[in-house]
């Protein structure tokens, strides 16, 4: 396995764009700390947005996966132009040439993706367990380190999440239009979504049904986070409105994106094996 990893980050280090976005990717996800130094003080507003409690433990878990999960995007495309490059640069049949199986093959990609989301979720781990040691106003060790279920759904997040694109970019063999095809997929599951609420079920059934589609199963690990802070709360309070959201991570939610990844892996080595290269 080390073998396979080996070849695939030889060929992402000789590859600028696969670096400066790589590099990117983490750059941004360290840059949530900038969020810590954001002030207004005009007049009489003086407002610090880390005193909001966003960095508080064990909140801050469930804050920091789910808005860095958004940047999640720039590895969808080096995963993409991976995949893309292989077939243009014909570096695909060399390495079936030289003796690697095409199972092997979509295992050294499939490890390059559970390398990617691992670097993450420990980059991510650590960022947020520093800005909250920093900044969060509960210190205790039962406080900080629960609610790391967030952690690791952001881990189960990306994996799956890559697993689609490393599809897509075998079955497209583009990367631009395997990346059209991605977000043609987000809108076209955000079309069955309207069109099942408003032709079939009501709300609360359309969204278990929508919980079985790749790309909403990925998103519903991790609920937005803003309702749950309590300056939220405390105005929907004084306007008389009461939010009432389950935030949490249900393993049910686990299983879907792990049977959807299997699936991406398992296509993807059908596709590559059925295609004559």
């Not at 991976?82 to 049949?93: G, H, L, Q, V, W």
């Not at 999440?161 to 991605?182: H, Y």
């Not at 105005?235 to 959807?260: F, M």
Request: net charge positive.
């Amino acid at each position: 396995m080390i073998r396979l990893l080996q070849i695939e980050f030889i060929k992402l280090w000789n590859n600028r764009a696969s670096k400066v976005l790589i590099l990117a990717y983490f750059i941004l996800l360290t840059s949530i700390a900038l969020i810590a130094a954001i002030k207004f003080d005009i007049g009489p507003i003086k407002f610090h947005l880390a005193e909001v409690g966003i960095f508080n433990f064990p909140y801050i878990w469930h804050f920091n996966t789910f808005v860095t999960g958004f940047f999640k995007l720039f590895l969808a495309i080096v995963i993409v132009s991976m995949m893309a490059n292989e077939y243009s640069n014909k570096t695909i049949k060399q390495n079936l040439i030289d003796g690697l199986s095409k199972k092997e093959f979509i295992l050294s990609k499939f490890l390059t993706v559970i390398t990617f989301a691992i670097v993450s979720t420990i980059f991510v781990f650590f960022v947020s367990l520093i800005l909250g040691l920093v900044y969060s106003d509960f210190n205790e060790l039962s406080i900080i380190f629960s609610d790391l279920v967030f952690v690791f759904a952001f881990f189960i997040k990306l994996v799956g999440f890559f697993s689609f694109c490393l599809f897509l970019g075998i079955l497209v063999k583009r990367s631009a239009f395997a990346l059209g095809f991605l977000i043609l997929w987000q809108i076209l599951e955000g079309i069955i979504r309207g069109i099942i609420r408003w032709k079939l079920f009501d709300g609360d059934t359309t969204n278990t049904v929508m919980g079985f589609f790749p790309l909403q199963s990925m998103f519903n690990l991790i609920k937005e986070p803003f309702t749950r802070l309590e300056a939220v709360q405390t105005v929907a309070d004084q306007v008389g409105e009461k939010i009432s959201l389950n935030y949490h991570t249900h393993w049910y939610e686990i299983v879907i994106v792990i049977g959807w990844t299997a699936i991406f892996i398992y296509s993807s080595h059908a596709l590559l094996k059925k295609r004559d290269l």
